[in-house]
């Protein structure tokens, strides 16, 4: 991937905000929004318009979503919340999605956004909404927002302010310059810009190790890149939940999905709060984990779907099962497995599940032969 494409990958947009907001852990990213007191409140979240404004704006013929999912939440210290929107570019005139989006955005006000999170009362004290884009010259890309602004006013409601953060390569940098910040950043602008990246050599892959690896529905097309980010991640907090377990004879291990999840997302998991999405990543690292014990002893979802079942007999076992946890590659499978994993409506069916178990596996004993 290029720097100019990355600019527009709305994964790396994303996961560029998440970077942002946490402390520099020599990855060449500068984390602005953390310097400026912000962290993560949700990610991928519905905001809703409350039914009276809905309605109110129906009247006088003003198309907005009633619910809209922003890409990413953030709050402040001082009860300030940042709504973050990515977009690979900004939307023209016009009453399509993306200005439906955009309008019920902008009419999160405080008061707004705390009823649509029922919080108390008081809880937001401000909103600012940011459109993250990639950069382009050709036009001015805040007319569209202001146009949208200015539209919502007219009618009579309040809007939230609108800024713009347009991303561009400059001298080997992946900057952001920076329109209409809330007054908490402007201090981290120097002549409107915001440096993030710093990135590496030419034939260097240019994006950093992701805070979420893999996001369905963010990618226009398969990256194994991603995947298998993905899938090392899954695998690698696992060995080390089996490195660390206790054996019993009389039992399987139960190898916990929810804090290897939270762990290969650096604690963003529980902050997603997109449910289809966050269902199918759950489902494919049960099945990408599934597999990959399956090359040592057969494993299998637990009954509650929280787990996966292995029953380890021995240390020597253990410590195979961790050397093979920590070595993987998507190049270990064929592309119709690859599929499977990542694409596939469902990874439920059992059937399906032994299709596609290695044939060591489908003829390993079950864990209850093995405690006798």
């Known amino acids: 991937m290029t720097p100019e494409e990355l600019v527009r990958d709305p994964l790396y947009q994303i996961n560029l905000i998440l970077w942002m907001t946490t402390p520099s852990r020599d990855v060449g990213i500068e984390p602005v929004f953390h310097r400026a007191g912000f962290d993560v409140f949700q990610i991928e979240g519905e905001v809703r318009l409350p039914l009276r404004l809905a309605a109110n704006l129906k009247e006088k013929k003003i198309e907005a979503s009633v619910v809209v999912v922003p890409d990413v939440l953030l709050r402040g210290r001082q009860k300030e919340y940042l709504i973050v929107e990515c977009k690979a570019a900004l939307f023209g005139p016009g009453d ?3 200005q439906r989006q955009a309008r019920a955005l902008l009419l999160q006000t405080a008061g707004v956004l705390t009823e649509s999170l029922s919080l108390q009362g008081g809880a937001i004290a401000s909103t600012h909404v940011l459109y993250l884009t990639a950069h382009d010259p050709r036009h001015d890309q805040m007319t569209a927002l202001t146009t949208l602004d200015t539209e919502l006013r007219a009618c009579g409601a309040a809007t939230a302010p609108v800024g713009l953060l347009a991303l561009k390569i400059a001298d080997k940098t992946v900057v952001i310059e920076a329109t209409a910040l809330p007054p908490s950043l402007q201090t981290y602008a120097r002549n409107g810009l915001l440096a ?11 994006r950093p190790l992701y805070r979420i690896a893999w996001m369905p529905g963010s990618e226009k097309q398969q990256d194994s890149y991603n995947q298998e980010q993905f899938a090392k991640r899954v695998l690698a907090s696992a060995a080390m939940q089996v490195a660390k377990a206790r054996l019993y004879k009389s ?4 190898i916990q999905i929810e804090p290897i999840l939270d762990e290969a997302t650096s604690g963003f998991f529980r902050k997603w709060k997109k449910r289809e999405e966050t269902k199918i990543v759950r489902a494919r690292a049960m099945e990408i ?6 090359k040592v002893r057969q494993a299998l979802p637990s ?6 079942e292995i029953y380890i007999p021995d240390r ?8 093979k ?27 399906s599940r032994q299709r596609f178990l290695p044939k060591q596996a ?6 209850d032969s093995d405690t006798k």
């Open 251 to 254: 039992k399987a291990l139960k």
């Open 303 to 308: 009954s509650d779907g929280q787990a996966i």
């Open 362 to 367: 489908r003829n390993n004993k079950s864990p």
């Open 316 to 323: 020597a076992t253990q410590e195979d099962i961790v050397e």
């Open 289 to 294: 984990l599934r597999i990959q014990l399956g």
């Open 325 to 351: 946890l920590r070595d993987w590659s998507t190049s270990d499978y064929p592309v119709d497995v690859q599929q499977q994993l990542f694409h596939a409506a469902n990874s439920g069916d059992t059937n």
């Open 96 to 98: 399509g999605g993306a």
């Open 196 to 206: 993030i990246q710093t990135l590496l050599a030419n034939d260097t892959d240019p």
